[in-house]
Every structure is written in structure tokens, then in C-alpha cells.
């Protein structure tokens, strides 16, 4: 759990500025305010999403920021949360605990805990769990805002 918190600062620092500061967002003309209670989000399983293979927690979401997000996802042993695909939108994928076969244009490479794997804009990408023990991953992404 100590690694896991690790982790999750780590990888708040890549996704957002500074929280030092009180910031202001104009978004969809109203001002947002962050505050440090909707700045600090605690990891609940009671508010994680099931998926057919383990489940996904998001600690931020697309409509939080401007786009960028943090997500944790878990899947099964011997599992894929979905085929390889492609998207407008690059993304880091950060191993946290197990072993990860992380699939990119057609070439594989398999990698355990505290490994990153960058996925290009338009690169057919995926990650499949392929060990024995649940996978965990953080995935970062700036989704496109409309």
C-alpha cells in the first residue's frame, strides 16, 4: 500500500500543475475553484467501477480538469481489459504491482512494477495482464475537450 501511495503522487504530478496554490478555471463560462478537499482524492472501492475483467477506480476524471485524467485499473490474471485499439488522444500507462505485456504496432514487451509504457496519438496500443497476480496500472490521458 505504501508503493501504491508512491505511485498515485507520482503519477498526480505528471498529470496536473501545482495544487500549492488556490487555481481558478474558466470552464463553460463559470469560474471552478480547487479546493484542498476536491484536490485530494482517497482510493475507495466502494466508489470503483466493475469491468468484465477486475474493475477501475478514477481519481480524476475528464470533466475535473481540462481533460486530463488519472485512472487505476486492476484486471485478472490472463486478462486483457480490451483488444488493442487506437485513439486521437496519447496516453502513459504506469505498473504499479504485476506483470503487464504492453502490445504497441505490433510488438510486445513484458515489464513488472514501476514501469511506464507511453502509447503515441493513432498507435494501436493495449496492455494485458500476464502473470499470475491481479495487474494494477495507472493510466494518464488528456482526453479532447468539445
Not at 505528471?14 to 482517497?42: F, G, M, P, R
Not at 488519472?70 to 504499479?96: C, G, N, R
Not at 504496432?105 to 496519438?121: E, H, M, R, V
Request: hydrophobic share 35%; with cysteine; net charge neutral.
Amino acid at each position: 500500500m505504501k508503493n501504491l501511495k508512491r505511485s498515485l503522487i507520482f503519477s498526480l504530478i505528471l498529470v496536473s500543475s501545482t495544487h500549492a496554490q488556490k487555481i481558478n478555471e474558466i470552464s463553460n463560462d463559470s469560474i471552478k475553484t480547487y479546493t484542498i478537499e476536491n484536490c485530494v482524492n482517497h482510493f475507495n472501492l466502494d466508489k470503483s467501477i466493475s469491468t468484465q475483467v477486475g474493475y477501475q477506480y478514477w481519481f480524476a476524471d475528464k470533466n475535473f480538469l481540462d481533460g486530463r485524467t488519472l485512472k487505476l485499473s486492476v484486471v485478472a490474471p490472463h486478462k486483457s481489459t480490451h483488444a488493442p485499439h487506437q485513439h486521437i488522444e496519447d496516453e502513459f500507462f504506469f505498473v504499479l504491482e504485476g506483470t503487464a505485456e504492453f502490445y504497441l504496432d505490433g510488438k510486445t514487451q513484458t515489464a513488472g512494477a514501476y514501469t511506464s509504457f507511453y502509447c503515441p496519438s493513432n498507435s494501436m496500443h493495449g496492455i494485458s495482464n500476464v502473470g499470475d497476480t491481479d495487474l494494477k496500472y495507472l493510466v494518464i490521458k488528456k482526453y479532447e475537450q468539445n
